[in-house]
């Protein structure tokens, strides 16, 4: 940490802007209180009541994708002409959650924003796991998903090759490097409060563990000078994936001729949209998780603050992105186009768009006010309401597109079933018991970055005291 960002921070605490971490802590003071909740503090009963809770869920998860390999996708409720259903959806808004913990970890990284240290760790889990829910769902709706390795184009005997020209092997490329990165990133924050669990647990598996995972980290100037170096390169790999990667998953439908999908807006406004979703899941997340864990002394107000900022600007541009869509179906002068726009508005699945509307645009515009922004209470009611108009944007652009597109005689309607439904909720089950896990045995704060930036860090130009 450089001097300035030292009296930066010292400013914050000194003036009417709330600080990046609470005054009056130590190196020692910190590196207790986080570790503490992994190593020394009781596991509270809430814990595993969610815990179970979110374990239940996953199972009817497992159940309802078994049954799906014994029976195939006829269980779904997809049909003629509406082939992509809830798998579609789901596996948008899985993949939009995500990147807040990329935006929030590499890009404000690399912008030199210490608001992110409180908030960055918990975020990047929540990417992980968000991006493990949402591979399940391209496999699963392939059909055959045992034969899900033939999407990459390894060499073999069969003269099977992927077809580059499909968004579905776009796809593959575009998760898997997304996951890889942010893992290798996650990883690598991780390494030094490893080795500070390792050196303060009392029970030999944890020492064992947490030092094979530490990989011999002895906080050497060598040891630094190389984390720091790794940590910055994986930044810089994975700022353009917060691009790249939800741009791409917007060409599953952007390449395509129907109605709806056809458009060239639909890279930025899938970012925007993305980033939305995600900072809107983290303060989910982090609302709960402060208040739980009495961590209101590092996730403090200027944190809920300035993501309610982000939430509130990028929900503009996709408020934009919505009047853009609108008017060009009207200016462009197609009758399919058109007819597309008009008849969400005023179609079957209608009150879907406006409630839609609503969570989306009309609400969030609450958080121009700064009493809101600052409301705990009123955060959380708005990130949720948020995660369900993203989820119901996603549903409207892949439904409404296909269940009456250019011939009247081909129109149908979709219906979920029971197992759309199940499928999609033990997901949400999966993420929330990966999140339990993280939460019991990693700690959900970054102990380094968090004593870096004290106002007592000092940084030598050969050795990081820490």
């Known amino acids: 940490m450089t ?73 779904w409720g997809i049909n003629i002409p509406v082939g992509w259903g809830f798998a579609i959806v789901n596996f948008v808004w ?40 949402a591979g399940i769902f391209p496999i699963i709706h392939t059909g055959r998903p045992w034969l899900a390795y033939w ?4 060499p073999n005997t069969m003269g099977v090759w992927p077809q580059f020209r499909s968004p579905l092997v776009w796809d593959v490329f575009a998760v898997s490097t997304y996951a890889t990165v942010s893992l290798l990133f996650w990883y690598v924050g991780l390494i030094p409060d490893l080795a500070t669990l390792r050196d303060r647990s009392q029970s030999p598996i944890g020492r064992v563990v947490y030092g094979m995972l530490a990989m011999g980290w002895r906080g050497s100037a060598r040891h630094w000078h190389r984390y720091e170096t790794a940590y910055l390169l994986l930044a810089g790999l994975a700022t353009p994936l917060v691009v790249s990667v939800h741009t791409v998953v917007s060409f599953d439908f952007a390449v395509a001729i129907v109605p709806g999908w056809h458009t060239t807006i639909f890279p930025p406004y899938f970012v925007a949209g993305a980033i939305y979703s995600g900072f809107a899941m983290v303060l989910t997340l982090a609302i709960p998780i402060r208040a739980i864990y009495g961590l209101e002394d590092f996730i403090t107000l200027r944190h809920l603050e300035n993501m309610a900022k982000v939430m509130l600007v990028t929900g503009l541009i996709v408020a934009y992105g919505y009047t853009i869509e609108a008017f060009i179906a009207w200016y ?54 948020v995660n369900i108009g993203m989820w ?64 007592e860090a000092k940084v030598d130009e050969d050795l990081r005291v820490i």
């Open 3 to 75: 001097p300035a960002d030292q009296d930066s921070n010292r400013a914050d605490v000194g003036s009417g802007t709330p600080p990046v971490i609470a005054p009056g802590h130590t190196f020692g003071s910190v590196t207790d209180k986080i570790s503490a909740i992994v190593l020394t503090r009781k596991t509270p009963i809430g814990w595993w009541f969610g815990f179970l809770i979110a374990f239940a869920l996953m199972n009817v998860m497992m159940v309802a994708i078994t049954y799906l390999f014994v029976k195939g996708t006829g269980i």
């Open 94 to 133: 899985w993949i939009g959650i995500g990147h807040a913990g990329t935006l929030i970890s590499a890009i404000l990284l690399l912008l030199k924003q210490t608001w992110r240290t409180s908030i960055n760790r918990f975020a990047e889990a929540m990417t992980l796991f968000a991006v493990a829910c």
């Open 151 to 154: 999407l990459f184009p390894y």
């Open 332 to 385: 462009g002068g197609n009758k399919y186009e058109g007819f597309m726009m008009w008849n969400r508005m005023t179609g079957p699945y209608a009150p879907v768009y406006w409630l839609l509307i609503c969570c989306n645009i009309v609400i969030p515009q609450a958080l121009w006010s700064r009493r809101v922004r600052t409301n705990t209470k009123a955060l959380f009611v708005i990130a949720i309401i």
């Open 392 to 455: 119901l944007e996603r549903f409207i652009i892949v439904v409404t597109s296909l269940h009456r597109d250019f011939l009247p005689s081909s129109w149908g309607m979709y219906n979920p079933t029971i197992w759309d439904w199940a499928t999609f909720v033990g997901t949400i089950g999966l993420f929330l018991t990966l999140l339990f896990l993280f939460l019991r045995f990693l700690p959900m704060i970054s102990i380094a970055e968090m004593r870096a930036i004290l106002p």
